[in-house]
């Protein structure tokens, strides 16, 4: 039974119970690839396998782009 | 073309510690293409480029992120928080950035009119403190107000980024005489940010005597980008140059250059 | 520093069929000593220097001489006719000059007035015409008049040299629109000569599109001549590849330089 | 606004022995209509106007003439040698223009150039002699270049007017140091003619100390010939008033306009 | 000089619903003498002037204070805050000066630096809520910043006075674009206060289409400030007919202003 | 019986008991050529005559001069 | 029998015998409204009723117009 | 018996019949290190030898200097 979830501000639903650590590879995402916010806290890479991701949870998944 | 080592000296430019030989920081936005970028960064000698952070992109490509272009080891990047309207935006970029793990440096850009991006310089001072606080090294955007440049510098900035004119305007150097104040009343690094449009400008913002020059748009909308890359490089080295060298005073009146005596009968 | 070669990829500069790599031309005179005066020229990595032709001094050294400093062999030596007043002094100056063996080319510099050091254009055009007869390659001192730098090339000039502004007053480009127009108009070397006063000049001048430059006070007078010597070296490349490259168009409306899309909730 | 009498205290202009307390003098040409130009010339304050010497139109209305609304017994009329590219082409068209009978003055102008509408100075001063030794009282159009002015001066020109910038370009005091120049080494009247756009450039040309200004585009071309004409007539004056006055001095510090003493404690 | 009525039809300047029908507002230090000031500000045409609060010294004359010399019944007076460094200070002499019981307008001016006299914008815009809350009309001095010209504007500020250079540098205009910018953007009057240096610096700040200029050692240490008065008065009109007119656009390419056509053969 | 008063930052002994109208007749000062703040208080002319000044006191007596 | 004669630039045919003055007429033009180059030589405006036009002479006739 | 001669516009005498090879080195100068102005003509340097300088000549001797 899937949940619902915001991810860089559009709903996905993803299958339940996953971490944040099988919610990125489920995005196709390496770990180290990306900085994750979640909730509006900043998640340290060594909590992504111990987090896990529930109904209604807002993440935001950023990284480097070119810039000025 | 070799410099003379004697000529070369000068000290380098140090910020928060870390030294860099050059003296010209480039932005990595708005280049036709990567491979521009890449070629134009390493044809201007910079040894520090700004990038942004914003959220990956899940539906194209995963090639977007700089960092398959950048190597962290070999060209150093300072995150900045452009975008930003308000402190709170600008520091939880600045926290996004540093979790990235590479530093704790920021460019610190609390923009307060979308029409001019000319800085909010109540809100980024007030990002500073909150900054500084928590252990970054800030690098800040702000106008070419000392007053404003004094209380950024006593709030514990790494260095002090005036801008020459609005960011990507290539107006060039408006202000010398308030961006000289600055410079002369700053201890920190001062760093002339936006608004140079071509080498010249470059060259002129350094004979003012600031430490260093940031720039994106005049590579990035050059028609060749790299030749204008390493346009740049010599522009700001010929005017730090020409700074250290001490210019000949101006004169409303012509002098001769040739010898007045031992003309002919 | 090492130009990359197809960035230094630029024509050389080429005056009556001789080519030069460097498109800045120096002067030799009132540098405080000599030996400031050869480092400088060395710094400057100009190919071409411009001389004098004087009275020996009968009673003083015999080392005045300038070739007791400067080859001819490594360095191509420019005769001036400076500070002459008339066509027929000009060219009695330009025989003696070549009657030293070294060539047949003469910077041709008919002054008309003492306090401003501007040229005589009559007379500047009449000594041309007689010289070119002669088989003289002449480089002539001119102001930005368009139409007297035409009529210059019509009388056979090999490079025409308007002014940045008066000899030795180091007030830089004053009238950017006259210059370029020379240079569009054309079609023979536009070598900008007098004024310029320091790297920035120097580069911004070049990016008006003249294929070089030539300067004296602005070395001399430094309070480092070898290092403004570089700095000029440098200013002037940076000025080519800037030309070269082609300017960011100026805007009075900022553009951001980092992505407006992507943006945190 | 009325002008307290001391005040307006400053010599006429005078010229060739006619003396106009106005020291701004405008073209008739390029106005979008004759009301117009009428209007603005009023609106002027100018004394004198030019015209240009052309062909009847024997098959369009007999109306053209400019005599059919200018009153050469209230506005004292100069007639130009526009559009002449030869000395004997000037000769020619100035004869004409005194054979109409008003006066023996003509305002000489010799094209070099059809893209920058500069002078051919060789012809103006050829055309300048032959004329004054015809008894004309002749007012000479010029470039920037002092010696060329003082030549003309020589010849017996009755006022030298040097450009601001290229006729129509609107470029407004490109080279104040040259037009002040000139000023201070000719005795006769300079009067600046071309290129003014706008009341500041007429404000800071006149702040040169030059007797007078010549313009045209600035009006005809305004969105508000009338009004536009308005503002050049009080610029020109305030820039008169201001050099007689002398201006403070520039510095790079500031002082307080308010006591520093008897602050509260 | 009459004004034709069309022509000076212009609407009054409206400042906190008090009309004013001269943009240009003048200090009252550092005259060499009271008889230059009210003469200077007589030909200036100024209907408002602004004057500091200080103590009265109890040991000389009583003629010092202004009042003996100005008729509040003929020219309205502006108290400053000249001199005070903190918004508290500022709030202190704004609430002594309008105690003197003439208005409650007060000329907000807060210091952040004495060597530059640049505003502390920080506490400026502090007091400016403060004096606004306590029913002041606030006419506030600060910087080229349009971010905090737009923050005093909604402070409730009756108009904003960014600087065109510092107090009393005679420097000008040295940023038009953001004086342009902050008119551009702000509905409250925008009046340039500081820097203009001579008449055409009046003249050019006013074409860019601000209501007004207050300035103070312009006139004070003119040679003759009183001549130099009636140029500012003119030259502050001329500005701002021009603006309204509308000037002829800028080219680089020469415009005859007489016909092509009807040449002789 | 004289008092000490602060004027202007300059240490003053007047008679005791007088008002500020009063103290300002004795410096030579117009009540209306003047601006009284009387220990940081600004005072409204209509109470010069009530005020008494006492030992201790600070007053600012101001003015306009000319300024930019 | 008609004369060719050349009017600012322009081939034109007059009756024979025309003096200037007449020319003019013929043409509409008031003498004092124009400047006469005959044959290259300006004409001055009292000689027009004594000059006379004859096959082939060329004219010039130029007034003031608006100029800068 | 000497002669009066001209050299850079002072009055010098020499022994009378030297040629202008043998002037330069009466005032120490070798031939290559300058150029002569004979009475007014540039002289080739292979004249030296065969130009005799008599009574009343004026040579200019020049080189070049520093000059821009």
Redesign the interface.
Known sequence: MPMNVT????PRSFASGLNVRELLEA???RPQ???V?HNRE?L??ARYESTPVVEGDSL????????? | MQTPPELGADAPLEIAGRQFRSRLIVGTGKYRSNDDMVRAIEASGAEMVTVAVRRVDLDRTKEEGILHHLDPEHIFLLPNTAGCYTAEDAVRYARLGRAAGLSDWVKLEVIGDQRTLLPDVFATLEAARILVAEGFRVLAYTNEDVVTALRLEDAGCSAVMPLASPIGSGLGLVNPYFIREIKTRLQCPVIVDAGVGTASDACVTMEQGVDGILMNTALAEAGDPVRMAHAMRLGVEAGRLAFLAGRMPRREVAVPSSPTAGMLA
Do not use: Y
């Open positions: 991810v860089n501000g559009d995005l196709g995402l690839q990306v900085v916010e900043i340290d890479r935001e998944l950023v990284h480097f782009v070119g810039g000025g």
